[in-house]
Structures are given as C-alpha cells and as structure tokens.
T-cell receptor
Framework: GAVVSQHPSRVICKSGTSVKIECRSL??????MFWYRQFPKQSLMLMAT?????????EQGVEKDKFLINHASLTLSTLTVTSAHPEDSSFYIC??????????FGPGTRLTVL | GQQLNQSPQSMFIQEGEDVSMNCTSS?????WLWYKQDPGEGPVLLIA?????ELTSNGRLTAQFGITRKDSFLNISASIPSDVGIYFC???????????FGGGTRVLVKP
C-alpha cells in the first residue's frame, strides 16, 4: 500500500491566490522530505528539501518566498504556492526516504492556476 | 539540474516482447532506483540497487547496478499491456540524500 500520501490530488485556483499541498508519511517518520515539480512529458525536477524542525533547502532557481515549505512534524510537510500564477500550474510530487535505502513518492498534486 | 542519461526516450512494445532500458552517468552513484510512473500519478518504486554489480529481480523485472557505479539497466521480460508507462532511473550519491533522475523512457504499445 501507499507509504506517502498527498492532499489534495487536484486543485484549481485563481491567479493571485495561495494553495497549500500536504505530504504525509504514513507508517514511518521522515526527518527529510522532498518536493518535486514535473511538467508534461518531462522528468521530475527537485524544488527543495524539507527538513523537520529547520528551514528548507531550495534548489537553485526556486524562489523560497514563493514556494513556502513547512515541516512541522516527522510525518508532515507542506508546500504553499503563494500568489499563484498560470505558469505555476504543474504536477507537484513529494517524497521521503523510508530508512536509509528507499525513497517513496506521493501520488502527486495537479495544480491548475486560472 | 543534472540528469542521468536515460535511453531510449521512448519505445513501442508488442505483448510478449522483452524490453530493455538503461541509464548512464559521468559520475559515481552508490544507489540506483528504478521507478514507473503512470499518467497523473506519482512514481512507484520497482527495484532498488545498492551494490556495484548487483543484479536484482522483481517478478518480470530485472535490474543491474553497473560495476563502474556509473550505469544501470532495467529489463522487462514478456511484456504485457499494463507495462505501458514512463520508467525513470534515479541515482543517489554517497554524500547526501538527493536523487538525480533520468529523463525517462516512455513505453508504448504497438498499434
């Protein structure tokens, strides 16, 4: 069964609004989670590393003030897309390492900004 | 960002055929993971490899961790229609816990 969940699975919002996406590890604790963005027919691109109890680490070119990450507990990380614009429309996927060896992905969240 | 070189980019399969794909890199990885992604869903882990030279099977899937630590391949034997999807390789280096992804191999069914 699924080991990482995401909510919501789909969201449509108006331009200028903010959207929060949740990522949960279901049967394990994750001190580190990852947020990816995937455009159609492309591979996954890492946006940021979410660290429990500390600030997220953002990849080059990713605006930390636009993509707010909060990792408040060992099983929950949230990504908030602030002041969303149509170009932020994408498939957002989170992941987490279970143990040291295996990284599992959530089912993804399809964001559409009108 | 850096990507692994994954090939082929796409391929058509006929039911019953064997399928092969591979990933190469100019740098060393200490873990290789293979994922399958169906449309509108997150990647699902197929096989994980941890040692150079390791050959691991999962049902009709077989993957190997290259001896140089710079490559890996995935084979699917006797393909079936549900094998259609996008397959990604991903590598993790010795230091750190980020994954680097290949560009994906899109497996399609021959009409």
């Amino acid at each position: 069964g699924a080991v990482v969940s995401q909510h919501p699975s789909r969201v449509i919002c108006k331009s200028g609004t903010s959207v929060k996406i949740e990522c949960r590890s279901l049967d394990f604790q994750a001190t580190t989670m990852f947020w990816y963005r995937q455009f159609p027919k492309q591979s996954l691109m890492l946006m940021a590393t979410s660290n429990e109890g500390s600030k997220a680490t953002y990849e080059q070119g990713v605006e930390k003030d636009k993509f707010l990450i909060n990792h408040a507990s060992l099983t929950l990380s949230t990504l908030t897309v602030t002041s969303a614009h149509p170009e932020d429309s994408s498939f957002y996927i989170c992941s987490a390492w279970r143990g040291e060896d295996t990284q599992y992905f959530g089912p993804g969240t399809r964001l559409t900004v009108l | 960002g850096q990507q692994l070189n994954q090939s082929p980019q796409s391929m058509f399969i006929q039911e019953g055929e064997d399928v092969s794909m591979n990933c190469t890199s100019s740098s060393i990885f200490n873990t290789w993971l293979w994922y399958k992604q169906d449309p509108g869903e997150g990647p699902v882990l197929l096989i994980a490899l941890y040692k150079a030279g390791e050959l691991t099977s999962n049902g009709r899937l077989t993957a190997q961790f290259g001896i140089t630590r710079k490559d890996s391949f995935l084979n699917i034997s006797a393909s079936i229609p549900s094998d259609v999807g996008i397959y990604f390789c991903a590598g993790r280096k010795a230091a750190g816990n980020k994954l680097t992804f290949g560009g994906g191999t899109r497996v399609l069914v021959k009409p």
